[in-house]
């Protein structure tokens, strides 16, 4: 075997670790959507064996007396998350971003992470 195909053997795994890198640094950094949704937040848990994100569940009442609609939400940043846990028991708006195709759990359980939460009056 010569040198030039050494090299290439030798590419083909690093160019797949950087594929895999992009990819992750794409799903992680580029949101299919975003928008709020508004609700009672009802929990909110930190959670995970390694990675650590918080992980909670909004309630959305369309109208008084019905079952509420459920929405399941991650937040990775410690600072929203207090912002959440100021604001439990209000009727609050949060702000998300959706990111289809994460790989891992590790960084949260669900594909919206909240980004912003704002108390509605």
Partial sequence: ??????????????????????????????????????????????????????EGELAMVSMPGTTPEIFAFSVRSDAVAEKINRSLGKRVALVYEQHKGVPSKCFGETEYFVTDVKVVE
């Fill in 1 to 54: 075997m010569n040198l030039r195909n050494k090299l290439v053997l030798g590419a083909i795994p690093l160019l797949l670790i950087l594929g895999f890198v992009g990819y992750v640094w794409s799903t992680l950094h580029l949101s299919y959507s975003s928008g709020e949704r508004s609700g009672y937040v009802q929990k909110l848990s930190k959670k995970g064996w390694v990675c650590k994100t918080w």
